[in-house]
Nanobody
Framework: QVPLVESGGGLVQAGGSLRLSCAAS????????LAWFRQAPGKERELVAA????????YYADSVKGRFTISRDNAKNTMYLQMNSLQPEDTAVYYC???????????????WGQGTQVTVSA
C-alpha cells in the first residue's frame, strides 16, 4: 500500500494554475515534515517546497517563491501545493514525501508518493 497518494496534476497553459493534493493512506503523518519534490525529464529530482508538522515553518525553492504555496491539513491527513503563474519550466512529475525531521533544503524523506504529472504548455 502506497502511503502517500498525489492528485491534481494535468495539462495547463503558461500563466495558469493547478492545485496538487497529497493524501496519506494507511497511517498518519501529522508529526512528519511534508514536502513536494519534482523531477523533469533528464534532470535530477529537486525539492520544491517543504512544511513543518505544525505549519509554522515553510521552505520554497527560489524558482517557485512567490508563485507556489504549500499547506497542510493534519485533520484530513492531506497536504497541498497551490501553483500559480505556471511556466513551461515547471513541467515535471511532482512527488509528495514525508520526512520525520523538518530540515530543508536537506529534506530526506522516508516515505514517497508515486508522483503526478504536471505539464505546462507555452
Amino acid at each position: 500500500q502506497v502511503p502517500l497518494v498525489e492528485s491534481g496534476g494535468g495539462l495547463v497553459q503558461a500563466g495558469g494554475s493547478l492545485r496538487l493534493s497529497c493524501a496519506a493512506s494507511g497511517r498518519t503523518f501529522s508529526r512528519h515534515s511534508l514536502a513536494w519534490f519534482r523531477q523533469a525529464p533528464g534532470k535530477e529530482r529537486e525539492l520544491v517546497a517543504a512544511i513543518s508538522w505544525s505549519s509554522n515553518s515553510r521552505y520554497y525553492a527560489d524558482s517557485v517563491k512567490g508563485r507556489f504555496t504549500i499547506s497542510r491539513d493534519n485533520a484530513k491527513n492531506t497536504m497541498y501545493l497551490q501553483m500559480n503563474s505556471l511556466q513551461p519550466e515547471d513541467t515535471a512529475v511532482y512527488y509528495c514525501a514525508a520526512d520525520p525531521i523538518y530540515r530543508p533544503p536537506r529534506t530526506t524523506p522516508n516515505y514517497w508518493g508515486q508522483g503526478t504529472q504536471v505539464t505546462v504548455s507555452a
